[in-house]
């Protein structure tokens, strides 16, 4: 366990910031999810970092593990990717924030859809998310 603090202190250092140092940076959260590290990501949300920044392409981190996930994974890599999910959605991650990259505006459930090669559906999903932007 020590290493693993050693090496958030050192990510943190290099980050100069938890949650990336301009709005359009990503943050070493996107970076660790994307890699789908639950142990790390876990440690960053518990010192606070935003679970639903956005990042460059207006990605959050839940964005990041749905655009690197991949079909053919290990039982242990399929273990990370539900624990590094239920740690950001038990710290607030929304999964109908839409991003507005190269792959168009997806929520993440439209992104993973995307990613598997099945048709996307928008219709619930886009009315979930305009709930929660009012």
């Known amino acids: 366990m020590k290493r693993i603090q050693y090496l958030i202190t050192f990510i943190l250092i290099l980050s100069s910031s938890l949650n990336g140092m301009k709005p359009e940076d990503d943050a070493v959260l996107h970076m660790l999810a994307g890699k789908h590290q639950a142990k790390l990501v876990q440690l960053l949300l518990k010192q606070g970092a935003?679970?639903?920044?956005?990042?460059?392409?207006?990605?959050?981190?839940?964005?990041?593990?749905?655009?690197?996930?991949?079909?053919?994974?290990?039982?242990?890599?399929?273990?990370?990717?539900?624990?590094?999910?239920?740690?950001?959605?038990?710290?607030?991650?929304?999964?109908y924030i839409r991003n507005y990259g190269p792959h168009g505006e997806l929520t993440v459930p439209e992104l993973a859809k995307k990613r598997a090669g099945t048709p996307i559906t928008t219709d619930s999903n886009r009315k979930r998310a305009r709930i929660d932007d009012e």
């Open 50 to 95: 935003n679970a639903n920044r956005q990042g460059r392409y207006h990605d959050t981190p839940l964005h990041r593990m749905a655009y690197h996930f991949e079909k053919d994974l290990t039982i242990t890599e399929r273990n990370n990717i539900i624990s590094t999910v239920r740690n950001l959605i038990n710290y607030g991650a929304n999964p």
